[in-house]
Structure formats: structure tokens, C-alpha cells
């Protein structure tokens, strides 16, 4: 049963950066689409990123296009999310995601669409 752990979060002030890291244990993840999705306090969870299967597509959310960059790899089975000129309003908890379905085509940003979810980390932004 493979389980996605995530780390790097922490405390930054406003203009910062983070990299999150998501690791795969008890397997790979090399065959499944990767998404972040964050949720604020008070907020319902909300996409951040994508990655496919292959690394060769990602998408953002219109908010964190530019500042943030997510990417995989392979051989260490993680995905990684570097998030640069981070704002008060990117705080939240931060959760990594897997779309098990092998291969599949299309890189969805719906929630639905993940189903193996890590226990998610905490990213705070503040002066």
C-alpha cells in the first residue's frame, strides 16, 4: 500500500520560499498523475498544482502560476513543490495527492479526480 508523506512546511515571511516535498513509501507513484491542494482556515481545500504521470505536463491554479513550481522525480519517488514570493494568503495546510489510475490522460485539478491523499503540512506565511 503505497503512502505519500509530505514535509518542508514551516513558517516564512511574505516574499519567501518553501519546497515541499511529497515521498512515496511502501511503493511508487511513477505511474499516477501528482496534484498539491491547500486548505485555508475557514476555506474549503482548493487545487494548487498537477503533474503528470510522465513529468511532461503540469498545470497551476491562476493564483500560484509564476510564483510556484512543481516537479517530479522519478528514481527518489517524490514530487516536489517550490513555492517562491509566497504571500499571506497561501497560507494553509498543504496536502499531496496521487490520481492511482495508471497512465491516465487527462491532469485533472479536481479534487475528486485524487484518490491517496498524505496527512498534509503546514505552511504559514507571516511577517
Known amino acids: 500500500q503505497v503512502q505519500l508523506v509530505e514535509s518542508g512546511g514551516g513558517l516564512v515571511q511574505p516574499g519567501g520560499s518553501l519546497r515541499l516535498s511529497c515521498a512515496a513509501s511502501?511503493?511508487?507513484?511513477?505511474?499516477?498523475?501528482m496534484g498539491w491542494f491547500r486548505q485555508a482556515p475557514g476555506k474549503e481545500r482548493e487545487f494548487v498544482a498537477a503533474?503528470?504521470?510522465?513529468?511532461?505536463?503540469?498545470r497551476y491554479a491562476d493564483s500560484v502560476k509564476g510564483r510556484f513550481t512543481l516537479s517530479r522525480d522519478g528514481a527518489k519517488n517524490t514530487v516536489y513543490l517550490q513555492m517562491n514570493s509566497l504571500k499571506p494568503e497561501d497560507t494553509a495546510v498543504y496536502y499531496c495527492?496521487?490520481?492511482?489510475?495508471?497512465?491516465?490522460?487527462?491532469?485533472?485539478?479536481?479534487?475528486?479526480?485524487?484518490?491517496?491523499w498524505g496527512q498534509g503540512t503546514q505552511v504559514a506565511v507571516s511577517s
Open positions: 495527492a496521487a490520481d492511482t489510475r495508471p497512465f491516465r490522460v487527462v491532469l485533472s485539478s479536481q479534487e475528486v479526480r485524487y484518490d491517496l
Open positions: 511502501g511503493g511508487t507513484f511513477n505511474n499516477y498523475h
Open positions: 503533474v503528470s504521470w510522465s513529468g511532461g505536463s503540469t
